[in-house]
């Protein structure tokens, strides 16, 4: 039996922040400060600050995902996710985010992104990206996983595998004086032969001081942009990959984004450092939930 599509819950009240905890600029207006035309370079604090952002956001988002489970609600996800944020000092950077309303991201099935925690359970069966992004001092640290919740099928099994394939493709891309869209040809070219389309309308992006920057991450081939890959720089890569078709509705929540189809999408993300001679993975290892344990 086809499975009925993702319906929204009740989302609970936006959860509180000790006012002790520095917030980014957005935290009281909802509205981000300018985009900033190129990610700065990184001076050694920076680099030291920007590690501990992403060694927060994977402490945070490991937790989270510990707890997924048949039954458990995706507010329950926030709640958990919230907590340990806050004990660690710093600010849930997605809570208030051009009015974002939670503290983390959760996006099941065919939701692409910017899923809402709300009262839905997980249901045995169900893919569930968990995206995580702290702001610890003065810069954000950005990473997410699809899991399985219980048993899956072939499909979504094979789904998962490929879109965290093309996240660590594309990884091994990066190093100074590469061009920026090699990162998008590997990935097109990794989910195509395995028969999946790339989601366009949701790009990479510069990270550090901002939660978004220039430049943004194409995770498709753009033959016209020859930017090059600089020491020092730090962006996310996130690719998004479908069963189905590519193109994306927006529910009217505004945030939601499922696939056109409602066929199930899958996305991993981590935030990395431009080495000398290659790239770090600040928000941790090549080793995904789904192959643990
Ligand atoms: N973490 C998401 C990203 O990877 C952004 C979430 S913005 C929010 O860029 F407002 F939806 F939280
Ligand atoms: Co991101
Ligand atoms: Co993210």
Redesign the pocket.
């Known amino acids: 039996m086809k499975k009925p599509p993702v319906s929204a819950g009740i989302v609970s009240p936006s959860r509180a922040v000790p006012v002790q905890i520095a917030r980014p600029e957005y935290a009281g207006s909802g509205v981000p400060g300018p985009y900033k035309l190129s990610c700065v370079k990184e001076t050694d604090d920076q680099i030291a600050r920007m590690r501990k952002a992403g060694r927060f956001a994977r402490e945070v988002l490991d937790t989270v995902l510990a707890e997924v489970r048949p039954g458990i609600s995706t507010d329950e996800l926030d709640l958990i996710a919230h907590e340990r944020i806050i004990a660690l000092g710093a600010y849930p950077?997605?809570?208030n985010?051009?009015?974002?309303p939670?503290s983390?991201?959760t996006s099941v099935d065919e939701v692409v992104?910017?899923g809402i925690p709300d009262s839905r359970w997980l249901v045995e069966g169900d893919i569930v990206n968990c995206?995580?992004?702290v702001f610890a001092d003065g810069m954000h640290g950005?990473c997410?996983e699809t899991v399985f919740v219980g048993k899956v099928d072939a499909g979504a099994q094979k789904l998962v595998e490929v879109a965290w394939e093309c996240l660590i493709q594309a990884i091994d891309v990066v190093r100074p004086g590469r061009l920026f869209n090699q990162i998008g040809l590997v990935i097109e070219n990794h989910a195509r032969e395995n028969g999946f389309s790339i989601v366009r309308e949701?790009t990479?992006?510069g990270i550090g001081e901002s939660?978004?920057m220039s430049p943004y991450i194409a995770h498709f081939y753009e033959p016209d942009n020859t930017a090059k890959i600089e020491e020092g720089m730090t962006f996310?890569i996130?690719p998004m990959i479908s069963e189905g078709v590519a193109e994306c509705l927006i529910w009217p929540d505004k945030?939601t984004a499922v696939t056109a189809d409602l066929a199930r999408s899958a996305q991993f993300?981590h935030t990395l450092l431009v080495t000398r001679d290659g790239v770090e993975i600040l928000t941790g290892g090549r080793t995904p939930w789904f192959l643990r344990k």
Not at 97 to 100: A, D, E, L, Q, S
């Open positions: 950077s997605p809570l985010y051009m009015g974002f939670k983390i991201c992104v910017h995206d995580v992004t950005d997410s949701f990479g992006h939660f978004h996310t996130e945030w993300e």
